[in-house]
């Protein structure tokens, strides 16, 4: 990708986080809980993470994105600071999924993995990864549910040896899997993740970034999976 350093940005869930890494790996990041305060969190956290590292913005090379699924508002806060940034810098942005970026925290397990993110108004978005060569692999596409309705897909998974070939039963990780922990963790052979897995990681974005292609930062679009929150409450009130 580049001999310059990569900076991650992630706000897809309640956390921001930001990261740097070199060609040496994670260089420092800096992770932020502070509730739906994306628009106030992000451009201080850049600064202070530059200012520590020692690392201007004009030597990083590429920047890599949490495309979500996850909060609207922080996806296109964290979306929109990244292609301001490619442009300003004139370097290549890098999209992931928050579900692969949750997935591939746990690449090194030997592990199933159910990337769970909480989409609010009762559901969660999720996927089915495995481990496999070089990361983790999709095993279903993302998709958007009831906490049930996940619950009844990861007993089919496991029954039907899709957690296969881990064989280790599946990690429910993610703020989805943690808020519905009482309906995911019933399910035999599903085990909910330490608390630190509840968002994804912008080290860990960082570092899943290396491995995929650069795009021009006007081809950068988040993953919604469903309709905006405000055009939902719309339709409600309409309805």
């Known amino acids: 990708m580049t001999d310059r350093y990569t900076l991650a940005i992630d706000t897809a869930t309640s956390q921001v986080g930001v990261a740097l890494a070199g ?4 260089v420092a990041s800096l992770h932020l809980r502070q509730g739906r305060r994306h628009g106030e969190a992000l451009a201080p956290a850049i600064e202070i993470l530059s200012r520590l590292t020692g690392v201007a913005l004009a030597e990083v090379g590429s920047i890599a994105v949490d495309l979500g699924p996850g909060l ?24 992931c999924s928050s579900l692969d970026v949750l997935a591939h925290r746990h690449a090194s397990s030997r592990r199933s993995v159910a990337a769970v993110v909480d989409a609010r108004r009762g559901e969660v978005f999720w996927a089915l990864y495995a481990p496999a060569e070089g990361g983790m692999a999709p095993l279903t596409e993302p ?6 309705d996940l619950a009844a897909s990861l007993v089919a998974a496991l029954s039907s040896g899709l957690d296969a070939p881990a064989r280790g039963g599946i990690l429910a990780t993610g703020d989805g899997a943690r ?10 052979g599903v085990e909910i993740d330490h608390p630190d897995g509840d968002h994804p990681s912008a080290t860990v974005l960082a570092d899943l970034a290396a491995g995929r292609p650069s ?3 006007a081809r950068i679009t ?18």
């Open 23 to 26: 060609p040496g790996g994670p």
């Open 143 to 148: 998709a958007v549910s009831t906490p049930e």
């Open 72 to 95: 609207f508002t922080g996806l296109r806060v964290g979306i929109a600071t990244a292609k301001a940034l490619a442009d300003a810098l004139g370097v290549p942005v890098v999209g």
């Open 179 to 188: 808020r519905y922990a009482a309906v995911l963790g019933a399910v035999a």
């Open 222 to 239: 988040p993953i919604y999976l469903r309709s905006a929150d405000v055009r939902i409450g719309w339709q409600q009130r309409d309805g």
């Open 215 to 217: 795009v021009d930062a």
